[in-house]
């Protein structure tokens, strides 16, 4: 056996909620109850309401007890969108930190459990670092989750297999609806620094070409992702290339796309923006984006015969990280980092991020493993040189690596 | 055997598309198919590209033969979103419709029949009368269609359950995404002139209240329709309420929300907007009415504390009419409305519309009926009083109608 400390767990949610974050939850809890609660090392399975913020509160006003939830319940809770405790928006400094450590001592709590994306790895590794300067023995882990899919380490991350599902499905139906009127249409999908979601996109596209050229792909036309440098006039170009074949154009757009000079587009056509605490643009939540890449093809297009296109925006916005249904893999895979995590506390592990790593792509198979908090804290992924083809596109590389991840898809058919 | 002409079936489909409306073409083909060609009175089946618009192409560039399509097309066809045919936004005035009747003379076209609303439903009315007047038999059948509900003599109309279930959905995962992070969210739902698809945000309540005074609702706290008058003044009021008690607040608001004198919001908070065809201003495809909104939100709520609250908005935009997976109450009656037009057609009916009626509540139970085209031509149908609760919700009795329309809801757990 392990040499273990006997205490109380902490598990707490961050960042931007996804569809399957309460399965990594229920994962823990799982992993303690037949664990290291039942041996007796954990006395009680504390949740924090709105993440560290719960740890803040006084007394235990942010806790909720989650030592003897019955299994009823919380598979229930598991198979629910967004953060049953909460969420927060908080990115803990040193001293914020210190706080945290504060209310673990006083609470006696020896296993904490952060679930979120390389912000909340880097609160686990201070908070970790700084137990250890203090004598407090206590044992940090991270359980990975975003829609984004931007933490190294992680083939992929909880959250964005579900995520992309939602955007696939979305491109198949909107496709459609797009040549069944003609015109412009522009999608605008979540993803402030990587552009793996609006990649995901490209799922859509069935196996047949578009149109008359036989080198025309099927709709999403055009792809941009914030690694390729986003111009607007070679952006007015590749659609009115697309437009003037096919009389219409299906564009996904990351709502982070930037120029030459790695300055954000969004900000620049929205005006005045909001900044959040981490000082970017608010960038979700607001058709901005859209309104101004379409005013930018009204506006920038010659038109065939003199009339100008039909352009359209959407913003895919809150609904594509909570939609109720979600992918299989998604929710099993997220499940399984977190019980892998309760795992490694019962074998006496610390500092660490679960990872998931693929192991065979067909059939897919993917495992959980572990990484050392620094390697996954603060940094980002990005969306590797060979899924992006050209200025507008992505590689069948990138489809072989996601399409396993989303699901069955519905087969749809054209006259 | 009733007195039938003999030439050449036309189906179209027009204005906005639906999750459904390829299933009601696959029942008129089906009921064609079975009825009026297979006793001869039909000898082919024109698919119309872009509704109307396929007949005025020269020769016969804006068909489709569907006279002898298989069944497994067919179904694979009823199954896809958005009109398989293309649909077009053309309202046929009478000399566009004098058109239409030369092209049906010119190509024996003896029954036409229009999937869509009301402008669909008076063209058949039009072109119906034109014919008569000129000694040409012509049998004409409108079946209805349209994500607004907002057709006269239906129960509701084939498109809204697949719609509506996607709202309900949307506002179920988006409900916990705003309890999970705190703060305002609005949300911009299709309907110009009728606010029924905004209502059915209210199926994304459960049983429970929410918040700690029973009497508050779960969310949407708030629903917006343009039957009711908008007041910035009172919505302000509305939402500081809410967010006062519970520090949160989501919103459910149409994109038609007009005020006391019946003029629309949304070119008022947009600025300049693009006017369509029809005179109105564009509201889909824009995020402006949900980034107005909000920039009134931010602007004009007296913060808690001093701190302005998080205030986001998503303009559901086209997804919610042409997602992948629909109602199953909805697929079928989409179906059985262009089946039962086929049959009217064969029974020697014309100038009909066909109808959806309820028969039955509990169980649910729907059937199709014949209505004249003046019934439905033109008007609009809006959300009665009984559905109507004050100034910002809706009733029980709204509730009873639309439930068993949507199909089964997932079950969510909070914690």
Redesign the interface.
Request: charged letters at 20%.
């Given at each position: 056996m392990p040499d273990l400390v006997t205490g109380n767990a902490a598990i707490g949610?961050s960042g931007?909620?996804t569809?399957v974050i309460n399965q990594s939850l229920a994962g823990i809890v799982e992993g303690l109850q037949t664990g290291l609660a039942a041996s007796g090392q954990v006395k009680r399975i504390i949740?924090l309401r709105?993440g560290v913020r719960g740890l803040l509160k006084p007394g235990a006003e942010g806790f909720?007890d989650?030592t003897t939830i019955g299994k009823d319940?919380l598979e229930?809770?598991a198979?629910?969108?967004?953060?049953?405790?909460?969420?927060?928006?908080d990115k803990p400094d040193e001293a914020y930190c210190e706080k945290i450590l504060t209310s673990c001592r006083k609470h006696e709590i020896r296993y904490f459990f952060y679930i979120g994306g390389n912000d909340s790895a880097d609160t686990c590794r201070i908070v970790s670092e700084k137990a250890r300067a203090a004598g407090y023995e206590l044992r940090c882990f991270h359980v990975p989750k975003t829609i984004d899919n931007d933490l190294l380490e992680n083939d992929h991350t909880p959250g964005f297999p579900s995520a992309a599902r939602y955007v696939t499905?979305?491109h198949?139906?909107?496709a459609?609806?797009n040549?069944?009127?003609g015109g412009i249409?522009i999608n605008i999908i979540m993803g402030r620094n990587a552009g793996f979601l609006t990649a995901a996109a490209s799922l859509a596209r069935g196996g047949q070409s578009d149109g008359a050229a036989p080198a025309d792909r099927s709709p999403p036309h055009l792809i941009y992702l914030p690694e390729v440098p986003f111009s607007t006039d070679a952006f007015l170009a590749d659609v009115e290339a697309v437009y003037a074949r096919l009389g219409r154009c299906q564009i996904a757009v990351s709502e982070g796309i930037r120029d030459a000079k790695g300055e954000e587009i969004a900000p620049k056509l929205m005006g005045t923006g909001?900044v959040d605490a981490h000082g970017n643009v608010q960038l979700?939540?607001?058709?901005?984006l859209?309104?101004g890449l379409?005013d930018l093809v009204?506006k920038g297009l010659t038109p065939k015969g003199g009339k100008t296109p039909r352009?359209?925006?959407?913003?895919?916005?809150?609904?594509q990280?909570?939609?109720?249904?979600t992918s299989p893999v998604d929710a099993e895979e997220a499940r399984a980092v977190g019980h892998f995590a309760a795992e490694l506390a019962a074998k006496g592990d610390a500092a660490v991020s679960t990872i998931l790593v693929r192991t065979s792509n067909a059939p897919y198979r993917a495992e959980c493993r572990r990484a050392d908090l620094a390697a996954v804290a603060r940094r980002t992924r990005h969306v590797p040189p060979e899924f992006i083809a050209g200025s507008n596109d992505i590689t069948d590389a990138f489809i072989d690596y996601c399409r396993p991840l989303v699901g069955d898809l519905?087969?749809?058919?054209?006259?």
């Open positions: 949610q931007g909620p569809a949740g709105h909720v989650l319940k229930a809770i198979g629910t969108p967004s953060a049953a405790l909460g969420s927060t928006r499905l979305a198949m139906g909107d459609l609806d040549a069944s009127l249409k909001e979700s939540g607001s058709g901005a859209g309104d379409s009204k352009v359209r925006a959407d913003t895919f916005g809150y609904l990280r909570c939609w109720p249904y519905p087969k749809l058919e054209r006259l």
